[in-house]
């Protein structure tokens, strides 16, 4: 049931960080930031909870943290063409 939670919450940080397909790379990257942030603060405790899990080695938590980070994180550069990338630094 743990795991499915934080299954879950993984699944719903990435979902509410998903940038606008309208806006320009710069403004997609602040969104994403901004959303980030408010559900880190919004779900302060339990986030906490699942990073503490992730680095203590538990093999699966650890799984669930490193898909949902690489989510974050990956998408900026799969949708980015150099040029993109260059401008952003």
Same mark, same amino acid.
């Given at each position: 049931f743990? $795991? +499915?939670?934080?299954?879950?919450? +993984? !699944?719903h940080v990435?979902?509410? /960080?998903? %940038?606008?397909?309208e806006? #320009? %790379?710069?403004?997609?990257l602040?969104?994403?930031? !901004?959303?980030?942030?408010?559900?880190?603060? #919004?779900n302060?405790?339990a986030?906490?909870?699942?990073?503490?899990?992730? +680095?203590?080695?538990?093999? #699966?938590?650890?799984?669930?943290? !490193? /898909?949902?980070?690489?989510a974050? /994180? #990956?998408?900026?550069? !799969?949708t980015?063409?150099?040029?993109? $990338?260059?401008?952003?630094?």
């Amino acid at each position: 049931f743990h $795991l +499915a939670v934080l299954q879950r919450m +993984a !699944e719903h940080v990435v979902a509410v /960080t998903a %940038p606008s397909a309208e806006a #320009d %790379p710069a403004d997609q990257l602040v969104g994403a930031l !901004e959303a980030y942030v408010g559900f880190v603060a #919004d779900n302060h405790d339990a986030y906490v909870s699942f990073i503490r899990a992730a +680095a203590a080695g538990d093999e #699966d938590y650890h799984r669930i943290y !490193e /898909t949902a980070r690489a989510a974050l /994180t #990956d998408r900026i550069f !799969e949708t980015a063409d150099d040029a993109v $990338l260059a401008g952003l630094g």
